[in-house]
């Protein structure tokens, strides 16, 4: 019995891909692709590599705006000490 179910969508179309038994392939009822599982795991896996990528790339520019900005803050003011004038 399967332990996980995965959802996959037509690269081609986007519509929902279904296992089909008798040829062992995942097939597309809208557009009628027909693509390999392997296939699609290598696609999806590729995917999911270049998001991570581009996630961590949107982390490392945020990181760097925010030492920018606090290298063009002034620095705050020591506090004044003495006695005001009467």
């Known amino acids: 019995m399967a332990t996980q179910i995965t959802n996959y969508q037509c690269p081609a179309c ?4 279904h296992f089909v038994g008798e040829s062992g392939r995942l097939e597309c009822d809208y557009c009628g692709s027909s693509f390999d599982v392997a296939e699609i795991e290598a696609l999806y896996a590729e995917k999911e590599t270049k998001a991570a990528e581009a996630a961590q790339k949107q982390e490392e520019t945020e990181a760097a705006q925010k030492t920018a900005e606090a290298k063009d803050q002034p620095a705050p ?3 004044l000490t003495g006695t005001l004038p009467a």
């Open 14 to 17: 986007t519509g929902p891909l």
């Open 77 to 79: 003011q020591a506090a």
